[in-house]
């Protein structure tokens, strides 16, 4: 796997540092390839937090965890995309099917869904609207008007598609839709 380790308002230590990569390891089996994966390591007050995103070809899995404790965020974040790679084991294969150089599905042990009971998640419900064209403020005040946590628009002077988002900071994030040929 190929690591890369980031700090945000901390200075990443030697010791951490290693603490990671070994924590790491314990999921590369999973993957064949060198997989690219990005660990971010932050601290605001006594909160620590580990975000974690591995790279798939056409998929992204990703897990942020925070505790009081940043090695205990790591094994957190480390189990969480142990359970996630688990749980979504057949979807995966069913993705890769073709591609077996990128996940090795034979050191994956499923694990049933905790949550549902093992039931598969469906599309119970479909909505449709028109995209009104408007500048980005106009978007997060009409997604606060309807108290969402998100806001799908087209931006007046872009116009292109965007999503408005409300991150867990309280503050906004956008996320430009591109369409790939």
Same mark, same amino acid.
């Given at each position: ?9 901390? =200075? ?13 390891? *314990?999921i590369d089996?999973?993957?064949?390839? =060198? /997989? ?17 995103? /591995?790279?798939?070809?056409?998929? /992204? ?31 995966? *294969? ?18 049933e869904d ?60 956008? /996320?430009?839709?591109l369409v790939?040929?």
């Amino acid at each position: 796997m190929l690591l890369d380790l980031v700090g945000k308002n901390i =200075e990443l230590t030697d010791g951490l540092k290693d603490y990671a990569r070994s924590k790491f390891s *314990k999921i590369d089996k999973y993957f064949d390839k =060198e /997989i690219k994966a990005r660990a971010v390591f932050s601290t605001v007050k006594n909160d620590q937090t580990v975000e974690v995103t /591995i790279f798939l070809p056409g998929t /992204i899995l990703r897990a942020e965890e925070t505790t009081e404790d940043m090695y205990t965020s790591i094994d957190k974040a480390i189990d969480a995309l142990s359970r996630q790679t688990r749980k979504y084991k057949t979807r995966l *294969k069913k993705r890769y099917q073709g591609n077996s150089e990128t996940i090795r599905f034979e050191n994956i042990n499923p694990v049933e869904d905790e949550v549902s009971g093992g039931k598969e998640a469906k599309i119970v419900k479909r909505k449709t609207f028109s995209l009104v064209p408007m500048h980005e403020e106009e978007a997060l005040l009409q997604m606060e008007l309807l108290n969402h946590n998100f806001f799908v628009f087209l931006n007046a002077d872009t116009d292109k598609v965007e999503i408005a988002y409300k991150r867990k900071d309280k503050d906004y994030g956008v /996320i430009e839709v591109l369409v790939e040929d």
